[in-house]
């Protein structure tokens, strides 16, 4: 099993930076593959990026260029840089695992997932 704790979360304001940090616990393998996804109010849970252990990284269109996704190996840990936030980016942000080596957006190919972060940015 693997366990996912987020934190960093808060309000911020527009404009403001923010970074999210992601622990994982458990098999090693398991986090080959991790991801940070985000639901908004009455909205679907949304891919917002990817890292594989290698530190290959995966973008949505919204957030390419203000957010960056990186990872420490040996701290079991991955981290999410927002910088520009908008209000647009408030939502819950997850951490999710896909116990293989790949970064997809679909959030059936994720087997573990975090408790999530609340993120609010306001204007």
């Known amino acids: 099993q693997v366990q996912l704790v987020e934190s960093g979360g808060g309000l911020v304001q527009a404009g403001d930076s923010l970074r999210l940090s992601c622990v994982a616990s458990?098999?090693?393998?398991?986090?080959?593959?991790m991801a940070w996804f985000r639901q908004a109010p009455g909205k679907e849970r949304a891919f917002v990026g990817g890292?594989?252990?290698?530190?290959?990284?995966i973008y949505a269109d919204s957030v390419r260029g203000r957010f960056t996704i990186s990872r420490d190996n040996a701290e079991n840990t991955m981290y999410l840089q927002m910088n520009s936030l908008r209000p647009e980016d408030t939502a819950v942000y997850y951490c999710?695992?896909?116990?293989?080596?790949?970064?997809?957006?679909?959030?059936?190919?994720?087997?573990?997932w975090g408790q999530g972060t609340q993120v609010t940015v306001s204007s």
């Open positions: 999710a695992a896909a116990g293989r080596a790949y970064i997809r957006s679909q959030l059936d190919d994720y087997a573990y």
């Open positions: 890292i594989l252990r290698n530190g290959g990284t």
């Open positions: 458990g098999r090693p393998s398991s986090t080959d593959g």
